[in-house]
C-alpha cells in the first residue's frame, strides 16, 4: 500500500485535456514539494515535475503541476501517443524521514 | 551527459547476499546524496535509502522495510554507489533503480527528489 493515493489508471485520445491526482496528508504533501516522474516500460523513469510545478530543462510545456493542501495533480494537455506511459506522484514524508511514492497511475492513450 | 548505471543483479536464494553497484559520469558524483528506490512486479515505486554526501558524513537513511538488512555505501574516488543487500526475502524481488538526489530549502520549504535515474538491475530471489 503507497503512502501516497494515485487512480490506477487514466486514458484520453489524442489532443485531450487529462489530470491524474494525488493525494497525502500533512506529513508529506501537506508540508513538502510534490514531484512527478513519467515512466516508460524498460525505461529509466524521467523526471517531469519537480517543486509542485517546476518543469526541468527539455520537459514540454503540455505538462503543468499544481498542489492543493494534501492533493497535487498533474495534467497533461494535446496528449499524445508518446505520453502513454505510467506516472507517479512522490513528496518528502517528514514521519518518514524519507520520500514516498504514489501508487502508479497508467495513462492510455486511446 | 549525466549517467548513471546500475550492476550487480541476478538470481539469489532466499537469505543470501547481493550487492548492487550504481556508476555515475558526467557530473561530480560526490557533490550529491545518492539514492535507491526499486519497483517489484507489478507494483508501484518504492524508496529504499539514500546516502548523503561525505559533507554530511556519508549519512544513510532507509526504508523501514529493509532496515538492518540493506547497507548504502559510496566511493566517491570511482564514483560509484553500493547497495549491499543480505538476508534477501522472496519479497525484495524488483528491478532496483539508482538516482541523483537533489535537497535544501526553497522558500523555508525542505525539498528532497531524485533528478536522474539510471535504468535499473533486476533482483530475483528465489529458490
Known amino acids: 500500500q503507497s503512502v501516497l493515493t494515485q487512480p490506477p489508471s487514466a486514458s484520453g485520445t489524442p489532443g485531450q485535456r487529462v489530470t491524474i491526482s494525488c493525494s497525502g496528508s500533512?506529513?508529506?504533501?501537506?508540508?513538502?514539494?510534490v514531484y512527478w516522474y513519467q515512466h516508460l516500460p524498460g525505461a529509466a523513469p524521467k523526471l517531469l515535475i519537480y517543486?509542485?510545478?517546476q518543469r526541468p530543462s527539455g520537459v514540454p510545456d503540455r505538462f503543468s503541476g499544481s498542489k492543493s493542501g494534501t492533493s497535487a495533480s498533474l495534467a497533461i494537455s494535446g496528449l499524445r501517443s508518446e505520453d502513454e506511459a505510467d506516472y507517479y506522484c512522490?513528496?518528502?514524508?517528514?514521519?518518514?524521514?524519507?520520500?514516498?511514492f504514489g501508487g502508479g497511475t497508467k495513462l492510455t492513450v486511446l | 551527459e549525466v549517467q548513471l548505471v546500475e550492476s550487480g543483479g541476478g538470481l539469489v536464494q532466499p537469505g543470501r547476499s547481493l550487492r548492487l553497484s550504481c556508476t555515475a559520469s558526467?557530473?561530480?558524483?560526490?557533490?550529491?546524496?545518492m539514492s535507491w528506490v526499486r519497483q517489484a512486479p507489478g507494483k508501484g515505486l518504492e524508496w529504499v535509502g539514500f546516502?548523503?554526501?561525505?559533507?554530511?558524513?556519508?549519512?544513510?537513511e532507509y526504508a523501514a522495510s529493509v532496515k538492518g538488512r540493506f547497507t548504502i555505501s559510496r566511493d566517491d574516488s570511482k564514483s560509484i554507489a553500493y547497495l549491499q543487500m543480505n538476508s534477501l526475502k522472496t519479497e525484495d524481488t524488483a528491478v532496483y533503480y539508482c538516482?541523483?538526489?537533489?535537497?535544501?530549502?526553497?522558500?523555508?520549504?525542505?525539498?528532497?527528489?531524485?533528478?536522474?535515474w539510471g535504468k535499473g538491475t533486476t533482483v530475483t530471489v528465489s529458490s
Open positions: 546516502i548523503r554526501t561525505k559533507a554530511y558524513g556519508g549519512a544513510t
Open positions: 512522490a513528496a518528502w514524508d517528514d514521519s518518514l524521514s524519507g520520500p514516498v
Open positions: 500533512s506529513s508529506n504533501i501537506g508540508n513538502n514539494y
Open positions: 538516482t541523483r538526489d537533489l535537497y535544501g530549502y526553497t522558500y523555508g520549504v525542505y525539498y528532497y527528489y531524485m533528478d536522474v
Open positions: 558526467g557530473f561530480t558524483f560526490g557533490d550529491y546524496p
Open positions: 517543486k509542485n510545478n
